[in-house]
C-alpha cells in the first residue's frame, strides 16, 4: 500500500519553461513534506519542504504548493535549467515520527 | 564539513556469502537510517536508530538482514547468507533531533550485486 504516490514515472521540460512535478499522499496523518533531488550515483538530496499548516513554500526557484484537502502536493521550478536534470522524491511524515514515507519518483528531463 | 560516509560503493559477490555495508553519520547526529532503493520497490526504510538504539526494524526484509549501531559514529548493515534478490543500492542517512522536522542527509550509497 503505497501511501506517497508519484504517478510520472518521467518528465520532460524545456530549459526555461516551469517544471511541476506532483505527488499524492493517502495518510491523512501526515503533516510535514518534503522533496529531495538524486543525481546517479549520488544519494538524495534534500531540496524544500513544506508543513501541513501552509500551502506554499518557496526557495530561489523552487515552490512547493500543499493542497490538504486534496492530499496533493507539487514542486514548481521556475526557470528550468539543465542541472535540474534529476530525479525527484516526494515524502512525507507525521507529527514528531522520525521516519519518513518516499514515493517511488519522477524523473525530471530538462530539454536544450 | 563530511556528510554521511558510506562503503563500499560497490559490492559484487556470489549468493551465499556475508555482505557487510558500513555506515559513518555526521557528526552531532543522533538519528541513523538505512534504507534500500531498487526499480519495483523504490526507496524503503529498512531500519532506524535514535542515539546507536534500534527504534524500528519493520523494513527488514527477513532475518538475513542484521543491522547494528555500536557507537554514534558508526553503523552496519549485514546480510548472511545473500541471495541475489538482494541486489539494489543501500543508503544510509542521519539527522539531528534538536530541532524539529530536520531533513536526513544521505550518503552516496553502497551498489550491491549478488551473483
Known amino acids: 500500500d503505497q501511501q506517497v504516490k508519484q504517478n510520472s514515472p518521467s518528465l520532460s521540460v524545456q530549459e526555461g519553461r516551469i517544471s511541476i512535478l506532483n505527488c499524492d499522499y493517502t495518510?491523512?496523518?501526515?503533516?510535514?513534506f518534503l522533496w529531495y533531488k538524486k543525481y546517479p550515483a549520488e544519494g538524495p538530496t534534500f531540496l524544500i519542504s513544506i508543513s501541513s499548516i501552509k500551502d506554499k513554500n518557496e526557495d530561489g526557484r523552487f515552490t512547493v504548493f500543499l493542497n490538504k484537502s486534496a492530499k496533493h502536493l507539487s514542486l514548481h521550478i521556475v526557470p528550468s535549467q539543465p542541472g535540474d536534470s534529476a530525479v525527484y522524491f516526494c515524502a512525507a511524515r507525521r507529527d514528531r515520527d522520525d521516519k519518513i514515507i518516499f514515493g517511488k519518483g519522477t524523473r525530471l528531463h530538462i530539454l536544450p | 564539513d563530511a556528510g554521511v560516509i558510506q562503503s563500499p560503493r560497490h559490492e559484487v559477490t556470489e549468493m551465499g556469502q556475508e555482505v557487510t555495508l558500513r555506515c559513518k553519520p555526521i557528526s552531532g547526529h543522533n538519528s541513523l537510517f538505512w534504507y534500500r532503493q531498487t526499480m519495483m520497490r523504490g526507496l524503503e526504510l529498512l531500519i532506524y536508530?535514535?542515539?546507536?538504539?534500534?527504534?524500528?526494524d519493520s523494513g527488514m526484509p527477513e532475518d538475513r538482514f542484521s543491522a547494528k549501531m555500536p557507537n554514534a559514529s558508526f553503523s552496519t548493515l549485514k546480510i548472511q547468507p545473500s541471495e541475489p534478490r538482494d541486489s539494489a543500492v543501500y543508503f544510509c542517512?542521519?539527522?539531528?533531533?534538536?530541532?524539529?522536522?530536520?531533513?536526513?542527509?544521505f550518503g552516496d550509497g553502497t551498489r550491491l550485486s549478488i551473483l
Open positions: 542517512a542521519s539527522s539531528s533531533r534538536s530541532g524539529y522536522n530536520q531533513p536526513q542527509h
Open positions: 495518510n491523512s496523518m501526515f503533516d510535514y
Open positions: 536508530f535514535n542515539n546507536n538504539v534500534p527504534i524500528d
